[in-house]
Nanobody, 123 residues
Framework: VQLQASGGGLVQAGGSLRLSCAAS????????VAWFRQAPGKGREGLSC???????YYVNAVKGRFTVSRDKDKGTVYLHMNSLKPEDTAVYYCAADQGCFWGDFRPSQFDSWGRGTLVTVSS
């Protein structure tokens, strides 16, 4: 499965962006999809996950600011990011698998990854 994350860009602190995750050739409706990010010089960090039944999970760093959602008509998963901070600057990735591991989702648990999209938040 080849995923593609898109929607990144340059935004000022306090601004918003919406990232999209789509699969090439088929829908993500039956998959759990997680969002991760990787800042320069740092490891890949889990942010949010939406299960196939649309249960959502968030890490504390983004809880209340980021929202993950799914459009089943388009077979696409979104990450809505509000109140962005300079420390949110990173390459953002989406990944798909069978579940969100009860909220304890880690990069090693996901088999299908997409190309990342760069989010830059200026101060």
């Amino acid at each position: 499965v080849q995923l593609q994350a898109s929607g990144g860009g340059l935004v000022q602190a306090g601004g918003s962006l919406r990232l999209s995750c789509a699969a090439s050739g088929f829908t993500l409706n039956n998959d759990a999809v997680a969002w991760f990010r990787q800042a320069p010089g740092k490891g890949r960090e889990g942010l949010s996950c939406i299960s196939s039944s649309d249960t959502t999970y968030y890490v504390n760093a983004v809880k209340g600011r980021f929202t993950v959602s799914r459009d089943k008509d388009k077979g696409t998963v979104y990450l809505h990011m509000n109140s962005l901070k300079p420390e949110d600057t990173a390459v953002y990735y989406c990944a798909a698998d069978q579940g969100c591991f009860w909220g304890d989702f880690r990069p090693s648990q996901f088999d299908s990854w997409g190309r990342g999209t760069l989010v830059t938040v200026s101060s």
